[in-house]
């Protein structure tokens, strides 16, 4: 099989193959001469290391963790996201509606998901469903924009424009602790149900174990007003309905091992989530109900080796998934549709780091991917693509100063049964971060990035036959940012931390590929947008009172501004038009108080106007909205079973809301959470 064809990739080959094979010889003469003493010193050193402030990131983040994450009222992780600036959620609504991210408005395709170090995978539409994933299990959320501030990671993380990193709960056993268990009981509003349970083992000195099963149902029903204007600004609908087709039962089963050696650790993880809910859709022209409905079945195993000796580590991955999607439409008014979809992946990856010197790190890293999609539709093509990747990266830390550059080669190989396949992709992507520290205490620090990264356009978007378009130019993105970062802590003051950020940044998408709903929530329009300008500021802000002992105050927001803009031809009615769905501003704000074991948090949640098609005119504008959330919460013991008790209210003014136009959110809800650990 010819994958590469072409003798600009044989040079692109050549150089990554010299580089890598350096390197490489570097490594193995470091192995062969280290000794057991400085092995375990060098492992010691690299858990000081993942321990650092955040400041001190390379590359900007914002990270959810710990009970700030579950004090939020968040079902999902979809939800918690709207709490980070420069991310759009899309949400259809109801617990079983599809959330998908898109950063910094380059697409939900350019957003990598990673779930405790692999990152997730969807060829058939190149979007995760954040609402398939609850935070129950998850222990914290991070943002990067761009890549992660390692080096030692694999090839295909260094190709996302954003990255989103979920990592689950790790057992932590002291000495004398065999087991720890943890039941969660939540219902609310829309007949919602939402056991879920956890249990953590110790297997043996070096070996430990959880177990997380969880189990969702809903009605999905919620009221809502339906109010619709015409271009003449008359009432054309007025009246309140209630919400049909979103129900939702689904299960998640999630086993979790963690394994310590002498030179380092390894993980193994095995994960399935089945579901069946309706689709809910689009209410236009008094229709209320829809006759469409997905059965989820996505399973993988995955497992990660992690080992130091010497100046040498290595990260090895393993994946396989397989996807089952069974989409009906039974809607008297459209085509009758009954399709079966199945996706495979297999994924192996090796990234490798050589410590030069004290303060100069360089890695090179390999992947290879495979997935294919078949389903039962006449005449369907069967596509499958081989991707491979190569990854050179470098780090240099001297102190106050610290840079980060890097370079990934994609190259990419499709087959479709009876057609002609599209060319051979091959493309690299350079990448350079700095971050310095003006002042002596490192609490100010100025960081910049420069990268491009570049995406295919999924099998749907090419090989579908009435929504794909085989004519589509893959889409490639330059990202330039320059930030500020003040950020303080004290163990003993009136203000114990306090964190601002501001990014500016710059965003150019080429070919951009935007997927318009047609109809059926399902399925998709495609086509190029030829080029957008993004420009952005992004603001962010923590501070943390303690007034008194007992007492304890925290304050976060965070704002948004976005102008994106589409500039492919003066020609068109639509240049220059704010592309759809990205509000020029958004924010969210977030005050919590803890007081002995209560909680009291409000949060906050604001999205400006949007045009829904291309065209910035009247009859396309959707309005802006703000939703606010409060919750109470007290956490209290017996014994020593641990106990805590929470309290929502979402939409607490009980707002109408579109996130997307005719996808109405429900109004005033409400959750009672009650967990019990031992």
Same mark, same amino acid.
């Given at each position: 099989m010819k994958l590469f064809r072409t003798a600009g990739l044989l040079r692109h080959l050549k150089y990554f193959f010299i580089i890598a094979t350096l390197l490489y010889v570097g490594f193995t003469v470091e192995v062969m001469g280290v000794q057991p003493a400085d092995t375990l010193s060098r492992q010691l050193d690299e858990i000081v290391v993942t321990a650092r402030k955040p400041n001190e990131d390379i590359i900007p983040a914002q990270t959810l963790s710990g009970d700030e994450l579950h004090r939020l009222n968040s079902n999902s992780v979809a939800d918690a996201l709207r709490y980070f600036s420069g991310v759009q959620v899309k949400d259809y609504g109801g617990v079983g509606g599809i959330k998908t991210v898109n950063i910094r408005s380059m697409g939900t395709n350019h957003t990598g998901v990673v779930y405790d170090g692999v990152e997730l995978g969807n060829a058939q539409n190149g979007q995760i469903d954040l609402g398939q994933f609850s935070l129950d299990n998850i222990e914290a959320i991070s943002l990067y924009n761009g890549q992660k501030s390692e !080096?030692?990671?694999? +090839? #295909?993380?260094?190709? $996302? +424009? %954003? *990255? !989103?990193?979920? =990592? *689950? /709960?790790t057992p932590v056993l002291r000495e004398g602790e065999s087991y720890h268990a943890r039941a969660t009981m939540r219902a609310g509003s829309f007949d919602l149900l939402n056991p879920s349970a956890l249990i953590e083992l110790?297997?043996? =000195? =070096?070996? *430990? +174990?959880?177990?997380? +099963?969880?189990?969702?149902?809903?009605? %999905? #029903?919620? #009221?809502? /007003?339906y109010r619709r204007v015409n271009p003449a600004g008359e009432l054309a609908y007025d009246t309140t309905a209630v919400r049909q087709n979103g129900d939702i039962n689904a299960t998640r089963l999630e086993l979790n091992t963690y394994g310590s050696l002498p030179n380092g650790s390894w993980t193994a993880k095995v994960y399935n989530y089945n579901s069946e809910r309706g689709v809910p859709g689009a209410i236009v022209n008094n229709v209320w109900r829809r006759g469409e409905r997905i059965w989820d079945t996505n399973s993988f195993m995955q497992g990660q080796y992690t080992g130091y000796f010497g100046r040498f580590s290595t990260l090895n991955t393993f994946k396989y998934a397989f996807y089952r999607t069974h989409y009906v439409n039974n809607d008297d008014k459209q085509v009758k549709i009954d399709n079966l979809y199945k996706q495979k992946e297999v994924y192996i990856s090796s990234a490798n780091e050589y410590k030069i010197t004290g303060r100069w790190r360089a890695s090179a890293g390999y992947d290879f991917l495979w997935n294919s999609l078949d389903a039962d539709v006449y005449g369907f093509v069967k596509p499958d693509r081989i991707s491979q990747f190569l990854s050179v990266a470098t780090a240099l830390d001297l102190d106050r100063f610290k840079m980060q550059a890097s370079a990934l080669g994609t190259f990419i190989h499709d087959r479709i049964k009876g057609q002609q396949a599209p060319a051979d992709r091959h493309v690299l992507s350079p990448a350079v971060y700095m971050n310095g520290y003006p002042l002596s205490n490192r609490d100010f620090s100025i960081r910049v990035f420069y990268k491009k990264s570049f995406r295919m356009p999924t099998f749907n978007d090419l090989y579908y036959a009435d929504m794909g378009n085989s004519q589509l130019s893959p889409e490639r993105v330059t990202q330039y940012n320059v930030g500020l970062l003040y950020d303080h802590t004290a $163990?003993? $003051?009136? !203000? *114990?931390a306090a964190r601002v950020s501001a990014d500016a940044y710059y965003n150019r998408v080429k070919d951009k590929i935007v997927a318009y709903p047609k109809g059926q929530q399902f399925r998709w329009t495609m086509l190029n947008l030829g080029l957008v300008d993004i420009r952005g500021v992004d603001l962010t802000g923590l501070i943390t009172l303690n007034p008194w002992n007992d007492l304890y105050l925290t304050l976060r927001g965070q704002y948004t501004f976005q102008r994106a803009i589409d500039i492919t031809n003066p020609a068109d009615n639509y240049y220059r038009d704010q592309i759809p769905y990205i509000p020029r501003h958004s924010g969210a704000a977030v005050a919590n108080a803890q007081w002995r074991g209560w909680s009291l948090n409000y949060s906050w949640i604001y999205v400006g106007e949007r045009y829904n098609q291309q065209e910035n005119i009247r009859y396309n504008y959707t309005q802006p909205w703000y939703t606010s959330d409060i919750s109470v919460s007290k956490d209290f013991t017996i014994r020593e079973v641990s106990l805590r008790g929470l309290l929502e209210i979402n939409n607490l003014l009980s707002q109408d809301y579109d996130v997307i136009l005719n996808y109405p959110m429900p109004k005033r809800n409400y959750r009672f959470t009650l967990t019990v650990e031992i």
């Open positions: !080096i030692l990671q694999p +090839a #295909k993380d260094f190709g $996302s +424009a %954003g *990255t !989103i990193y979920m =990592r *689950t /709960r110790r297997l043996s =000195r =070096r070996v *430990t +174990a959880s177990l997380s +099963a969880e189990w969702v149902n809903s009605s %999905g #029903k919620y #009221k809502f /007003r $163990s003993s $003051s009136f !203000i *114990t």
